[in-house]
């Protein structure tokens, strides 16, 4: 049975999804930061709020790096400083609740273009080089998520060229069933080992639903059957924001798991 986690999305506040996880038997991955629109007025205030939301939660937590318009390969050197401020507050977070992974997307608006996936590649190797040192010197683990790529070539390819183990894959089926036509079990059979993270979703290949596992087009019998297969045990985190297809999901999931 994979290790699995409840994302803080599917309730209004982190505390009321961490009494959700509780009751599950899951851990949490927390999803947001509260009051994210204070980051540059009060974020120790921010860091407050957060472990308070936590207070009496002795479940096992992940931690989704903030993303909303954040490309660690700009060229724009103005938004690269931004991307450095908003990891590191991510990294500061991540690490104050004693976080096992943090999620960081990674940035690519999926062009569908070799020149730009070239690009991006490049400099993204560039930038993970040298943030990733603060996560190994803390022995914190990071993965890089997939979100606009049409292959898994993309972010397998900067986890191997920064080379650090430290710093490996997550795999969300959402993105990756609404971005291409390969099926999601070929990412998990192409990222192997370097997936230790999941975030598991379904759609209709029209929208990012962020749906329980019956709404949708992706085969999760196959998904688990192909874990099991390349021996593959990542992290779990079901990114469903219905509660109820997210339970649905869970008892799903466990009865897939025992196959």
Known sequence: MFKTFITSSVEKSISASARLAEKLGTGLEVSRLPKSDMLDIDFDGILKILTHELT???GAVTFHALFSGLNPA???SAIQKIVEKRFQQSFVAGKLINAEN???HSGNKGMKNKPSDDYFVEHSIIFWKEFIKQFEDADIHATLENVSEYYPQVTKTIIDEVNSP?????LDTGHANLTCDIDVSDWIKFYGKKLTHMHLHNNMKTNDDHAGFNYGTINFLRVFKT?????????VVLEI?????????LEIMQELSRK
């Open 102 to 104: 943090i999620v960081f």
């Open 74 to 76: 700009s060229k724009d």
């Open 241 to 249: 924001f219905n509660k109820e297809q997210l339970i649905e999901s």
């Open 166 to 170: 430290y710093l490996n894959l997550t």
């Open 56 to 58: 009496g939660f002795n």
């Open 227 to 235: 874990l099991k297969d390349e021996n593959i045990n990542p992290l």
